[in-house]
């Protein structure tokens, strides 16, 4: 009786592992190089999300001062527009968009994680960030703050929990996803919002290309199974990079690390930063990795 009931419930959780659509995220908008959607190979077969890059909590001066919270939409907005938003979502029900919050640097200095209370923070946080969704027609975000100078672990976890919690009851998005490294000023962050608030994030986009060049997938699992067991339960979506930055190429066993990933039943996707720098390529990565991901659907 008992035995027979746990095959039962084995064959479902089986039944719906093969259901699940494989994911492809890919940032977009960060660069100032006049990209588009419609230039990107979209599959048709994969749940696919665009992610914008970057909205952030700064002005628009120079130097940018930071805002406490209202955001602004810093990604090329010329190109990436509420009715590009609009066509390619009439033309490919596959796709959703995401914004991203913060990144690295705008012109040439960090955006730091600068909030004035975790109060004031979220209620600016929360009403700017809805603005923006419902002009452009978001369906997610993603949080990918990288300098923390100005306060502590407990204030940031606080700060973007509220906020995504806050989002998701008032169904401003239906996912969220935060974008860490394997970094000691930046990990210890994003573990404290995922301990205290871990069931609020969809998607843990972890930037393996912020690793040094790797040539094997071999270190690549090692520091798959480090990260999971950090964002224990999470949906680690892994990734490259097409900047010529670090992690593992396509060209040196990316896809096979991640066919020994998906055997072992912890595949969820792939992310690629970015469309901007795959454009000179012809968006050859961002084709083959799709490929890929349908042929998993066979
Ligand atoms: C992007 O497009 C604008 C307007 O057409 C143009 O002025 C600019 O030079 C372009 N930038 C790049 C990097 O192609
Ligand atoms: C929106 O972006 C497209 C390119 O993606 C461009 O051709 C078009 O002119 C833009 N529309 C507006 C209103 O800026
Ligand atoms: C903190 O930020 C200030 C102002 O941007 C900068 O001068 C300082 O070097 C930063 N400190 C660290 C530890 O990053």
Known sequence: MHQSFLVLLLLIQTFIAIQATPLFREYIGAEGNNVTFSEVPINPNVDFHFILSFAIDYTDSRPPRPTNGDFRVAWDDINLNVSQISLIKKRHPNVKFAMSLAGDTIYKSFVQFDPLSISSWVQNAEYSITRIVKEYDLDGIDIDYEHFNYTDSNTFAECIGGLLSNLKQKRIISFASIAPYDDVSVQPFYLALWNKYGHLIDYVNFQFYAYPKMKSSALFLQYFETQSLNYKGGKII?????????????????????????????????????????????????????????????
Do not use: H, R
Not at 252 to 257: E, K, L, N, S, V
Not at 261 to 284: T, V
């Open 238 to 298: 892994v990734s490259f990079g097409t900047d010529g930055s670090g992690g593992l190429s396509p060209d040196d066993g990316f896809f096979d690390a991640c066919k020994v990933l998906n055997d072992q039943g912890k595949f969820y996707g792939i992310f690629i930063w970015s469309a901007d720098d795959s454009k000179k390529a012809g968006f050859l990565y961002e084709k083959k990795s799709q490929d890929f991901l349908a042929t998993l659907l066979k």
